[in-house]
């Protein structure tokens, strides 16, 4: 009987040890997955235009912008303000730490720089990958930009130019416009040359166009595309209602108005 009763508290202390090793190996692949699911990698959408004035030692502050892809290459540039010459650009690609959490821009020149990944920010890091601190420590961070779901990564149709109907005539190309939520960059057709350039959203539905380039073909219609490019550069709100995309300057009529393509 003895020896029955110290068989069966061996075999129990066996099974609990297995289900102990069993429960410890759960918690660490646990731990694991919520460390993988939580990083800025994995859980922030991190692609986008950020932009700031970071200090500066000898000028008036360096005013930059970096486009993060999604295929791991940026796009940079800096302006150190107060200075003649000052206006540097440069590409290339970025690494992740193996935390997931920091971003190192690795410059074809060589020189590196490490970013912190926050929410819609990014934190500028000293030369050994940590946050800066001090008085100024909230000045090393640039914002990214405000996104809009409703109007980027769709095909915009012109419709409407100047409270006249737009229809695409013999002769002439499609007109429309498509917003780059990524790179903050628009492109499109006036009507028959291509054009692009930048674009940034702000509160409160009001967008700024920077200067819009075009391809140099000639058409038979060459007024309508002149007054669509004349209009982007004055366009400082726009509306989004039922599919239609109205593009205003204050509170005046729609200067334009588009339809979304079908197909989006």
Not at 36 to 61: F, Q
Not at 77 to 90: A, Q
Not at 258 to 264: G, I, K, R, S, W
Request: aromatic share 10%; glycine share 6%.
């Amino acid at each position: 009987m003895k020896n029955y009763v110290f068989l069966s508290l061996i075999i129990v202390m066996m099974v609990y040890s297995c289900s102990s090793e069993k429960v410890v190996e759960q918690e660490k692949a646990l731990e694991i997955n919520q460390s993988m699911a939580s990083n800025s990698k994995n859980s922030l959408d991190w692609k986008g235009v950020y932009k700031g004035i970071t200090p500066c030692a000898d000028c008036e502050g360096i005013e930059t912008s970096i486009t993060l892809k999604s295929d791991e290459t940026y796009k940079r540039s800096i302006k150190y303000l107060g200075k003649e010459d000052n206006y540097f650009f440069d590409e290339g690609i970025f690494v992740w730490n193996e935390a997931g959490s920091k971003v190192t821009l690795e410059a074809q020149d060589g020189n590196t720089q490490q970013y912190q990944v926050g929410e819609n920010v990014l934190f500028h890091l000293d030369q050994d990958g940590n946050r800066i601190t001090g008085d100024l420590a909230e000045n090393y961070k640039l914002a990214k930009n405000p996104v809009d779901p409703r109007l980027e990564d769709k095909k915009w149709i012109l419709k409407e130019l100047m409270g006249k109907p737009f229809e695409q005539t013999e002769g002439n190309k499609e007109a429309f416009l498509l917003f780059e939520m990524e790179t903050s960059t628009f492109s499109g057709n006036g009507s028959c040359n291509n054009i692009f350039g930048s674009y940034e959203l702000k509160d409160g539905n009001r967008v700024s166009f920077g200067n819009a380039a075009s391809t140099m073909m000639a058409c038979q219609d060459m007024e309508t595309e002149r007054t669509f490019v004349e209009i982007i550069s004055k366009v400082d709100n726009y509306s989004i209602s039922e599919g239609t995309l109205s593009l205003n300057k204050a509170k005046m009529a729609p200067l334009a108005r588009f339809e979304l393509e079908e197909n989006n």
